[in-house]
Nanobody, 123 residues
Framework: QVQLKESGGGLVQAGGSLRLSCEASGRTFSNSGMGWFRQAPGKDRQFVATISSSGYNTYVTGFAKGRFTISRDNAKNTVYLQMDSLSPEDSAVYYC????????????????WGQGTQVTVSS
């Protein structure tokens, strides 16, 4: 059973940076697409970024383009989300997720979810 564990969240000032990590247990990580989503209080879960199993293909959604970068290290069973130029609007719980069917933007394509890590950006 694959499990995902996020880390790296915290409190940062506007304009600052954070790097989130998500470590996977189990043997399916290197064959799976990975994604990052976020959810702010009172709002729906929102897609952020996705990466293919090899790491060759990535996609970052509009509000994150030019600021967020997704990457992975299959030797470490870990996917990362580098977040730069953060604003208060980026405050949310960030979740990583694993998709056995490849990288994807839709939440229903993901099979395993982490517990989330809180990111708070102060103005």
């Amino acid at each position: 059973q694959v499990q995902l564990k996020e880390s790296g969240g915290g409190l940062v000032q506007a304009g600052g940076s954070l790097r989130l990590s998500c470590e996977a247990s189990g043997r399916t990580f290197s064959n799976s697409g990975m994604g990052w989503f976020r959810q702010a209080p009172g709002k729906d879960r929102q897609f952020v970024a996705t990466i293919s199993s090899s790491g060759y293909n990535t996609y970052v959604t509009g509000f994150a383009k030019g600021r967020f970068t997704i990457s992975r290290d299959n030797a470490k069973n870990t996917v990362y989300l580098q977040m730069d130029s953060l604003s208060p609007e980026d405050s949310a719980v960030y979740y990583c997720a694993l998709s056995r069917s490849g990288y994807a933007t839709m939440a229903h394509r993901y099979d395993v979810w982490g517990q989330g890590t809180q990111v708070t950006v102060s103005s």
